[in-house]
């Protein structure tokens, strides 16, 4: 396969989405004075549903978010409550796709949590977590959510582990341990059957999740780095987002099923921030944003050729350390609004929505640009998708806009304190102290515990001695001897 380098110069094409622009929400409706974190690992730190914005936060002893109403614009309170359970820096955030009040969080202390945030926000404080999911020996830098099934999370740690949890019965029941080194993304196809992984090993991959088999593995295609990679809804295909061997930006096609060379590559420009990809399957658009950048660059992407075709460049001054992305169900169907960003501006503490929007002069609903979209209900049970079913989303309209109650009620199992055992191995059997403290704690606990084990073999010593001396009395006390001397002077004269 011959790999094709796209030209800069955009082409004159027919496209209901080539005069999509991006509008900055006013001040007022803005999000201010928020300590975004400053840890400078490579995630998004936000999390939009249609309910709540949530935000990874600057905070001493233990890592926090914040969880804001989306309508409650303007600035926030220093003293805003937080959800603050972690014992370490919280590293990724997402919301759970099919109950808007529910949102999963993984930290450096090496756990996953699962909160519920009661309507309307949170009013203290929120330390207690619906589930604490501990199965990783190291910290855990990504998590996802399955997009068809109720209750099955995958997360990914720095000890070169996917572990798929069952929220049902909060347990590990499969681990993926194909990987060789940190991995960086995780994502799925439409019916959640493929992963596609990148990884710190430099190789692009595509797995059954529920066997861990490797069906694809990129070779060592040393033209492109891939740092990110997301499937393109149905298409059969893959982008990734990297660096070239000249260390310039680069973003690849790939066929889903043969990852020996890309379709074509197109080099983007020589800053060194990471290009984070953004997939729009209802309008097949493309957006591309970079760490510590300014701008966001949209494309349409189709089956034939040229394959990636740009349509314009959203430009802003401000530096974007993150973006959340608002649900299709959350959208302004009435502006035309077809995506929405949520903009992180770290040295400002401000989170600015921004629209793309389609101009369009009718103010009917446009069903062209609004297909059927994903909706709010899963297809699929855990034990269904964990029995080797697939199925496809369960789809809805956004004509009538969004108002319909959802009636999915998470339930956290009640757990006996025992270890997580996935393919034979004990997850929980070395999972170290995550705090200083805790590793004191742990380290009196073992002295008391040694003291009490030398204790009871001092006694048992003792114990064994007395036993030894009362067995040496029997055999010494003379009725035990008389016996001894009649047994054998009566053998004597029977012979």
């Given at each position: 396969m011959?790999?094709?380098?796209?030209?800069?110069?955009p082409?004159?094409?027919?496209?209901k989405?080539?005069n999509?622009y991006?509008?900055?929400?006013?001040r007022e409706?803005c999000?201010?004075?928020?300590?975004?974190t400053?840890?400078?690992?490579?995630?998004?730190?936000?999390?939009?549903?249609?309910?709540?914005?949530?935000?990874?936060?600057?905070?001493?002893?233990?890592?926090?978010f914040?969880?804001i109403?989306?309508?409650?614009?303007?600035?926030?309170?220093?003293?805003?409550p937080k959800v603050?359970?972690?014992?370490?820096?919280?590293?990724?955030?997402?919301w759970?796709?099919?109950h808007?009040?529910?949102?999963?969080?993984?930290?450096?202390?090496?756990?996953?949590?699962?909160?519920?945030?009661?309507?309307?926000?949170?009013?203290?404080?929120?330390?207690?977590?619906?589930l604490?999911?501990?199965?990783?020996?190291?910290?855990?830098?990504l998590?996802e959510?399955?997009p068809?099934?109720?209750?099955?999370?995958f997360?990914?740690?720095?000890?070169?582990?996917?572990l798929?949890?069952n929220?049902?019965?909060?347990?590990?029941?499969?681990?993926?341990?194909?990987?060789?080194?940190?991995?960086l993304?995780?994502?799925?196809?439409?019916?959640?059957?493929?992963l596609?992984t990148?990884?710190?090993?430099?190789?692009?991959r595509?797995?059954e999740?529920r066997?861990?088999?490797?069906?694809?593995?990129e070779?060592?295609f040393?033209?492109?780095?891939?740092?990110?990679?997301?499937?393109l809804?149905?298409?059969k295909?893959?982008l990734?987002t990297?660096?070239?061997?000249?260390?310039t930006?680069?973003?690849?096609?790939?066929?889903?099923?043969?990852?020996s060379?890309p379709?074509i590559?197109?080099?983007?420009?020589?800053?060194?921030?990471?290009?984070?990809?953004f997939?729009?399957?209802?309008?097949h658009?493309?957006?591309?944003?970079?760490k510590?950048?300014?701008?966001?660059?949209?494309?349409?992407?189709?089956?034939?050729?040229p394959?990636?075709?740009y349509?314009?460049?959203f430009?802003?001054?401000?530096p974007?350390?993150?973006?959340?992305?608002m649900?299709?169900?959350?959208?302004?169907v009435g502006?035309?609004e077809?995506?929405?960003f949520?903009?992180?501006?770290?040295?400002?503490?401000?989170?600015?929505?921004?629209?793309?929007?389609?101009?369009?002069?009718?103010?009917t609903?446009?069903?062209?640009i609004?297909?059927?979209?994903?909706?709010?209900?899963?297809a699929?049970?855990?034990d269904?998708?964990?029995s080797?079913?697939?199925?496809?989303?369960?789809?809805?309209?956004?004509?009538?806009g969004?108002n319909?109650?959802?009636?999915l009620?998470?339930?956290?199992?009640?757990?006996?304190?025992?270890?997580?055992?996935v393919?034979?191995?004990?997850?929980l059997?070395?999972?170290?102290?995550?705090?200083?403290?805790?590793?004191?704690?742990?380290?009196?606990?073992?002295q008391?515990?040694?003291?009490?084990l030398?204790?009871?073999l001092?006694?048992?010593?003792?114990?064994?001695?007395?036993?030894?001396?009362?067995?040496?009395?029997?055999?010494?006390?003379p009725?035990i001897?008389n016996n001894?001397?009649n047994?054998?002077?009566?053998?004597?004269?029977?012979?």
């Amino acid at each position: 396969m011959t790999v094709t380098k796209m030209s800069w110069r955009p082409t004159y094409r027919s496209s209901k989405f080539r005069n999509v622009y991006g509008k900055v929400a006013n001040r007022e409706h803005c999000f201010e004075g928020i300590p975004i974190t400053k840890n400078v690992h490579d995630n998004h730190f936000c999390a939009v549903n249609n309910k709540f914005l949530a935000i990874v936060t600057e905070s001493a002893g233990g890592g926090s978010f914040v969880v804001i109403p989306v309508t409650q614009f303007g600035r926030i309170d220093p003293h805003y409550p937080k959800v603050c359970g972690h014992h370490g820096n919280v590293l990724d955030i997402k919301w759970n796709p099919f109950h808007d009040n529910i949102i999963a969080s993984c930290s450096e202390d090496s756990s996953v949590r699962i909160w519920e945030v009661p309507d309307g926000g949170l009013r203290r404080n929120l330390t207690e977590s619906v589930l604490e999911l501990y199965g990783h020996s190291r910290r855990v830098g990504l998590i996802e959510w399955h997009p068809t099934t109720s209750g099955i999370l995958f997360s990914a740690g720095y000890d070169y582990k996917i572990l798929i949890w069952n929220l049902e019965i909060g347990e590990p029941v499969k681990m993926i341990d194909c990987h060789t080194d940190v991995i960086l993304c995780m994502s799925f196809n439409t019916e959640g059957s493929l992963l596609a992984t990148s990884c710190k090993d430099k190789k692009l991959r595509v797995i059954e999740p529920r066997s861990g088999k490797v069906l694809q593995q990129e070779a060592n295609f040393k033209n492109h780095k891939v740092n990110r990679v997301v499937f393109l809804g149905n298409m059969k295909r893959l982008l990734t987002t990297g660096v070239s061997r000249w260390n310039t930006r680069q973003i690849a096609l790939w066929d889903q099923e043969d990852l020996s060379m890309p379709i074509i590559e197109e080099e983007i420009d020589g800053l060194s921030g990471l290009l984070f990809p953004f997939y729009d399957a209802d309008t097949h658009m493309l957006y591309l944003a970079g760490k510590g950048d300014g701008n966001i660059r949209y494309y349409e992407i189709t089956l034939e050729k040229p394959y990636l075709q740009y349509l314009m460049e959203f430009r802003s001054p401000a530096p974007q350390k993150g973006l959340g992305v608002m649900p299709k169900h959350g959208l302004d169907v009435g502006a035309c609004e077809v995506f929405r960003f949520y903009k992180l501006v770290t040295l400002k503490g401000l989170i600015e929505p921004i629209s793309m929007i389609v101009p369009r002069r009718s103010e009917t609903y446009q069903e062209d640009i609004y297909p059927m979209t994903p909706g709010t209900e899963p297809a699929l049970s855990a034990d269904e998708w964990l029995s080797g079913i697939n199925r496809g989303p369960v789809l809805m309209s956004l004509k009538e806009g969004y108002n319909r109650p959802n009636k999915l009620v998470f339930k956290a199992p009640v757990k006996e304190k025992k270890g997580g055992v996935v393919n034979g191995i004990d997850l929980l059997e070395n999972v170290p102290p995550r705090t200083e403290n805790e590793l004191l704690q742990m380290f009196f606990r073992q002295q008391e515990e040694l003291r009490r084990l030398k204790d009871e073999l001092t006694q048992k010593d003792i114990k064994i001695r007395q036993l030894e001396l009362e067995l040496n009395n029997i055999r010494n006390s003379p009725n035990i001897s008389n016996n001894n001397n009649n047994n054998s002077s009566s053998n004597g004269s029977s012979i």
